[in-house]
T-cell receptor, first 115, second 113 residues
């Protein structure tokens, strides 16, 4: 019974390049959440998606960041033209439903380093 | 004022001690309260989940919620070196499709053998 899977676990990019982070939710889960954890900071919500729909993107930076969760395949968090300030751990969580009572299970994270 | 305040520590205790971890919050709309444990360079792992005010116990862990004071606590009895980790409190609104969790910064705990 695999948990939430994220890849790559570590990603190094130079300034101006694109970063693509992937998240496969737990089996049976159709809700995905992305969070960012900056050094010495707590996790900050970025975006909440269902299959083929963005439900809440209130935590996403207005530029350069986008997310999708297609009908088939993993959810993707895409960061265009990365800058040093994007260096962080990015965590994906999934839940079976989107209800407030639903538990979110987290993946191991992708650690992005921007040189 | 931040929505969720949590003392980052670090907190160092001897093995066997009772550990008390706390968070305060400002938004009275929060209904669901969680504690996650995060080992170094790993993802958060759910420890406790409580709804509204009250206590919940699971083994060595007890979670308390006091909504009137906007204060939540996690107690760890008979602490072990394997409990050394960062503990994150999290909370969310009730109802609707509000999916996101609001986290505290986390308290780093070290249990010395």
């Amino acid at each position: 019974n695999a948990g939430v899977m994220q890849n790559p676990r570590h990603l190094v990019r130079r300034r101006g390049q694109e970063a693509r982070l992937r998240c496969s939710p737990m089996k049976g889960h159709s809700h995905v959440y992305w969070y960012r954890q900056l050094p010495e900071e707590g996790l900050k919500f970025m975006v909440y998606l269902q299959k083929e729909n963005i439900i809440d993107e209130s935590g996403m930076p207005k530029e350069r960041f986008s997310a999708e969760f297609p009908k088939e395949g993993p959810s993707i968090l895409r960061i265009q033209q990365v800058v040093r300030g994007d260096s962080a751990a990015y965590f994906c969580a999934s839940s079976r439903q989107g209800a407030s009572t639903d538990t979110q299970y987290f993946g191991p994270g992708t650690r992005l380093t921007v040189l | 004022q931040k929505e969720v305040e949590q003392d980052p520590g670090p907190l160092s205790v001897p093995e066997g001690a009772i550990v008390s971890l706390n968070c305060t919050y400002s938004n009275s709309a929060f209904q669901y309260f969680m504690w996650y444990r995060q080992y170094s360079r790993k993802g958060p792992e759910l420890l406790m989940y409580t709804y509204s005010s009250g206590n919940k116990e699971d083994g060595r862990f007890t979670a308390q919620v006091d909504k009137s004071s906007k204060y939540i606590s996690l107690f760890i009895r008979d602490s072990q070196p394997s409990d050394s980790a960062t503990y994150l409190c999290a909370m969310r609104w009730g109802g609707g499709s509000q999916g996101n969790l609001i986290f505290g910064k986390g308290t780093k705990l070290s249990v010395k053998p």
